[in-house]
């Protein structure tokens, strides 16, 4: 692999390079097709849980309510991110192509983060409504109606695309000082805007976008929960306050699901702790891979609405008897 970065990569110059060097995984470039079956099993995977969850939503009026709203939008940015993220893994699996245009990693980029915020955001605005829903309940219907949750989706939408859609533009304009060698196997912009030249105004701006948006978004979640969890510590009964705390458990994981990985890369690159490449992608491969994986899982198990509807509508229907 090292020898294929000194062949490869581009020199340094002043200018945006035709092309980008991705890095696959550290000892599978010599066998590409042992993680293709995977990677395609996860995408397949994820694409009928999530496609499971958006058919029962969308066919069974009992679900139109804002929590499974919210979990409608999750499971689109689930499929969304998973299927932006596949080209260049699928490149690199299944042909050992490590070097992609740059309007091709550009438009990746855009579609990993705008998924990526959104699937944020929803998770923000999932904390938010199980948040009302236990320390406000007389309240909840009056405060989430269905004008509160347009706007809810508005502003998720322009977080998505308003903010973002500029990145592309400005990265694509931005002198670039450095070998273009990412140190992922997709496009990220933080990754693409660290190449840029030192003072390129563009690069500060692509990232204070990121950083306002995955960085605020925790604290807030957590926010919520530490409101959660005062108001279930004034509960006197205990099958209550266990009711109540499971209403959280789906959504909690989840959370943590996205987060834990996504602040433990944050952390080894500010802190430039000396781990493995192994290590720094497999992190990466699980913060962007798993929780579509496994959010259709935790939702369809841990909520009996939705699980109980699946199961109706999976069993054959049975046919009365003419008399």
């Not at 308003?162 to 933080?190: D, E």
């Not at 987060?259 to 080894?268: K, V």
Request: proline share 7%; glycine share 6%.
């Amino acid at each position: 692999m090292s020898t294929l970065l000194t062949q490869t990569a581009p020199n340094s110059s002043t200018s945006m390079a035709p092309t980008f060097l991705l890095v696959g995984m550290p000892g599978l470039s010599g066998v590409p097709s042992w993680w293709t079956m995977p990677l395609i099993a996860v995408y397949l995977l994820s694409a009928l849980g999530n496609g499971t969850i958006l058919w029962i939503i969308a066919l069974e009026p009992a679900l139109h309510r804002p929590m499974h709203f919210f979990l409608f939008l999750l499971s689109v940015s689930d499929i969304g991110l998973v299927t932006a993220l596949m080209p260049t893994l699928l490149g690199l699996a299944l042909a050992d192509v490590h070097t992609v245009p740059a309007s091709a990693c550009l438009l990746q980029m855009f579609f990993v983060h705008v998924f990526s915020v959104m699937e944020s955001s929803v998770l923000l605005a999932m904390s938010i409504d199980r948040a009302l829903a236990i320390c406000r309940p007389l309240h909840y219907s009056a405060l989430l109606t269905n004008g509160v949750i347009s706007k809810i989706s508005v502003a998720i939408a322009f977080r998505c695309l308003g903010l973002h859609l500029p990145l592309p533009f400005l990265l694509a304009c931005m002198p670039y000082c450095r070998p273009q060698v990412l140190t992922h196997s997709y496009c990220l912009h933080p990754d693409v805007a660290r190449l840029a030249c030192p003072g390129a105004w563009g690069a500060a701006y692509s990232l204070s976008v990121v950083l306002s948006v995955m960085g605020l978004d925790p604290l807030l979640i957590f926010f919520s929960y530490g409101l959660i969890g005062k108001v279930l510590q004034g509960v006197e009964s205990r099958e209550d306050r266990w009711k109540a705390g499971q209403t959280c458990v789906a959504h909690l994981s989840a959370v943590l699901l996205f987060y834990i990985p996504m602040i433990l890369l944050a952390l080894i690159s500010h802190l430039e702790l000396p781990i493995t490449q192994h290590t720094h992608t497999l992190l990466s491969y699980v913060h962007f891979l798993l929780p579509p994986l496994i959010n259709p899982i935790l939702y369809s198990v841990k909520m009996k609405e939705i699980r109980e509807r699946i199961l109706n509508r999976l069993q054959p229907r049975k046919m009365g008897c003419a008399q």
